[in-house]
Nanobody
């Protein structure tokens, strides 16, 4: 089992930046991909970015060039640096980890982009 705890959400003006962090505990050596999803009101949860244990990254088109995902070598943390935030980035952001035997989710952290 892997447990995930997110932090770093909040209110920011358009064009601003936020950094989300996610701390993993438990069987972290079994994690092979970590990522961030988001869910806006009335919409389905969708992938924002992911990073593999080998360092390969993947971004949804709407955030490529603005967001950067990173993780430490031990795969105990995964961060999402969000720059150039737009109102359409407003959502609850969830950390996730795929590990041998399953997938875990964090509790979510709210990001609100508004002037």
């Amino acid at each position: 089992q892997v447990e995930l705890v997110e932090s770093g959400g909040g209110l920011v003006q358009p064009g601003g930046s936020l950094r989300l962090s996610c701390a993993a505990s438990g069987s972290i050596s079994s994690i092979y991909v970590m990522g961030w999803y988001r869910q806006a009101p009335g919409k389905q949860r969708g992938l924002v970015a992911a990073i593999s244990s080998g360092g390969s990254t993947n971004y949804t088109d709407s955030v490529r060039g603005r967001f950067t995902i990173s993780s430490d070598n031990a795969r105990s943390t995964v961060d999402l640096q969000m720059n150039g935030l737009k109102p359409e980035d407003t959502a609850v952001y969830y950390c996730t980890a795929w590990y041998i035997g399953g997938q875990s989710w964090g509790q979510g952290t709210q990001v609100f982009v508004s002037s």
